[in-house]
């Protein structure tokens, strides 16, 4: 097991109170494979990304509880000095946004060699010719001539190729992908889809995959967690989580999807919004949206239920005493 | 980049002129004369001084002095000082602007090294006991007028302490020292009107500075500089830094005309032999011939440091292209 995570919880301490951004959250990833994260904005996918990059804005975040297993040992213990070797060279992040998350002010092709030479200790020519090689790996036509270019000279899915380069630049052996195609075109997002599948088989890192889009999800997780609210309410093997969802906001999430309803009808949504996270109901989190709930969600929280075949649900539907 | 250096230059041509044909009518307009000095003056008789009025000129009516004033002025002809003794103004005014230079560019290097350096660590220690401590410094020193700043710094270093000279730019009787000697005595001279003429403008940049650098802080590159495994120095002065820096050039352009400015108060409190001094005693003296040639002068000091801080500003943002020619 390359990464375990276990019990994590990330607050934001804000004027209005603290907000539980990831309450308590478990999960794994094996060596080579992807498990994909889906949820709405806010339900706590990119703090936890940050959180295992050690990257939450502190103040006001701060990781509360939990650990961190990363290749055998607590990242979260890690000393800051050990933990900027980890950055950027055995786990390595692509953001959502490539424009904002280049700087403007340095060649796209500088900052891909910066993160070679910082944990190589190559020297200036060799982590060039290292570098163009990686824009080349991520298929930019031109790469010697794209390596002089600024972020604002490049289209956004080049900009992304670039944040890749930068990111699988010292083979990581786990990739972080912050919804990396939501900003993109839908021709470049797929485009990119394909990119990252390729080189994870190349490389053989092991991906998380966090993304609102479940079509993406379809086609590069393994595993899929579904959060909503700081918490995983559903955990699946990727072909049972589309074959047979079982937390109603899995199933919402899925009938919303363009292609899964009936065709020429108006695509069925969730009723009412994600609930403010320093104001949680006291019961199942999703209560109050949920089309199958019944008395005992409004006051007590469903536990994790195991459904079998490495399902796992957070829903009263499935528990035992109940049916 | 060329073209627009020299489309901005022939811009600054008509500005200057309009600049000094503003003067010229305004020195007219206010009340005397480079000629009242000799006015109910024993032994020169009001013949005399129409005499003299007659032959510099100035009985003529202004258009026809000002159309002359232009000819000689485009000519490189800066005329005669009224004042001092009939010296050539070109003569005066070159003598002055290397002074004057010593004593800006001293006290911009201060500001700059000083704001630029204050501002950034106040920036990364935001909120700590050194950062209040910054911040309440600079407004203080921000809001203290500069002559009597000037003064209290005599009186302490000069008159109490006795280990810094009060005024000129060198010790009398250095004609016949070694270089090293001069340049020290010479540096010991320049140490208060520097101080006193950077470090107001030192306080406002170490402001400005470290709001820009907190700004820059919150973007998204800076997470990404992180996430890359990067140690928090590189993060701050080089990809930090950068990105801060380039309003900051701007800023430092526009403050030139007020070093100039400041310049006059501080070399007439120092005795320092520059162009502000010059000017101020030439306005006393309706010498106006003097005091166009250092508007001149001044103007295009002004022109030329704006037009560095824009060749700056292009050269740190990539994104800005003055040429057509790319994209």
């Known amino acids: 097991m390359l990464l375990r995570v276990n019990n994590l919880e990330t607050i934001f301490r804000m004027d209005r109170g603290d907000v539980r951004a990831v309450d308590g959250i478990n999960f794994n990833i094996k060596t080579g494979k992807t498990l994909g994260m889906v949820g709405e904005s806010g339900c706590g996918k990119s703090v936890t990304a940050l959180s295992i990059m050690r990257l939450v804005p502190d103040p006001p975040g701060k990781i509360t509880a939990g650990s961190i297993e990363f290749d055998g040992r607590n990242i979260l213990s890690l000393p800051e000095k050990e933990m900027r070797k980890v950055r950027g060279n055995e786990i390595s992040i692509v953001f959502q946004e490539p424009l904002s998350s280049l700087n403007p002010v340095f060649t796209c092709g500088e900052q891909v060699r910066e993160a070679i030479a910082l944990h190589s200790h190559l020297g200036r020519k060799d982590s060039k010719a290292k570098a163009v090689e990686m824009l080349r790996k991520v298929r930019i036509p031109d790469p010697e001539i794209r390596y002089k270019n600024y972020p604002h000279q490049m289209s956004g899915g080049m900009r992304q190729r670039v944040m890749i380069a930068m990111a699988l630049s010292c083979q990581p052996k786990l990739l972080i992908a912050d919804e990396p195609t939501t900003a993109l075109d839908v021709s470049v997002q797929a485009q990119i889809i394909e990119l990252l599948r390729d080189l994870r088989e190349e490389l053989g890192m092991s991906v998380l995959l966090i993304t609102h889009d479940l079509a993406v999800i379809a086609q590069m997780a393994d595993t899929v967690v579904v959060m909503y609210a700081g918490k995983i309410v559903e955990k699946a093997p990727v072909e049972r989580l589309f074959s047979e969802p079982s937390h109603p906001y899995t199933q919402g999430l899925l009938a919303s999807m363009p292609g899964y309803s009936v065709s020429g009808k108006a695509l069925p949504v969730i009723p009412g919004s994600v609930p403010d996270p320093a104001k949680l109901p006291p019961g199942c989190r999703f209560s109050d949206r949920c089309s199958k709930r019944i008395d005992r969600c409004f006051v007590e929280e469903p536990p994790l239920f195991d459904l079998g075949n490495s399902h796992f649900s957070r829903c009263w539907l499935y528990s035992k005493e109940e049916s | ?327």
Request: proline residues 4%; contains cysteine.
């Open chain 2, 1 to 327: 980049m060329t073209g627009f250096i020299i489309k901005r230059l022939m811009q600054s041509v008509l500005l200057i002129f309009l600049v000094l044909t503003i003067t010229f009518f305004l020195l007219h307009l206010a009340p005397g004369d480079p000629m009242a000095k000799y006015y109910n003056r024993q032994g020169i008789s009001p013949e005399t001084v129409k005499m003299m009025r007659a032959k510099f000129g100035l009985d003529r009516p202004i258009t026809e002095q000002y159309i002359k004033w232009v000819a000689n002025f485009a000519r490189g002809d800066f005329g005669f000082s009224l004042h001092y003794d009939r010296r050539p103004v070109r003569d005066l005014v070159f003598e002055a602007i290397p002074n004057t230079l010593r004593l800006t560019v001293a006290a911009l290097l201060l500001y700059i090294v000083i704001g630029i350096s204050l501002g950034i660590l106040s920036a990364v220690k935001k909120g700590t006991l050194f950062d209040k401590v910054n911040t309440v410094t600079a407004l203080f020193l921000y809001s203290i007028p500069s002559f009597w700043l000037s003064l209290m710094l005599i009186f302490i270093f000069s008159l109490k302490l006795g280990i810094l000279p009060s005024s000129h730019m060198q010790s009398i009787g250095m004609e016949g020292a070694g270089w090293f000697e001069l340049l020290c005595d010479r540096a010991r001279h320049l140490v208060l009107p520097a101080f006193v003429l950077g470090v107001a403008s030192a306080a406002g940049m170490a402001r400005y500075m470290r709001g820009s650098m907190l700004d820059v802080l919150r973007e998204d590159y800076i997470r990404t500089a992180r996430a890359k495994g990067l140690e928090n120095k590189k993060i701050f002065l080089k990809h930090a830094f950068r990105n801060a820096a380039i309003p900051v050039v701007t800023i430092i352009g526009l403050s030139i005309p007020f070093l100039l400015g400041g310049a006059v108060v501080i070399e007439k409190i120092f005795s320092w032999p520059g162009m502000g001094r010059l000017a101020v005693d030439a306005i006393y003296a309706r010498d106006y011939p003097v005091v166009l040639a250092v508007n001149f002068v001044v103007g295009v000091m002004v022109i030329l440091g704006n037009l560095v801080a824009d060749i700056g500003y292009a050269l740190l943002d990539p994104r800005i292209k003055v040429t057509k020619k790319t994209e």
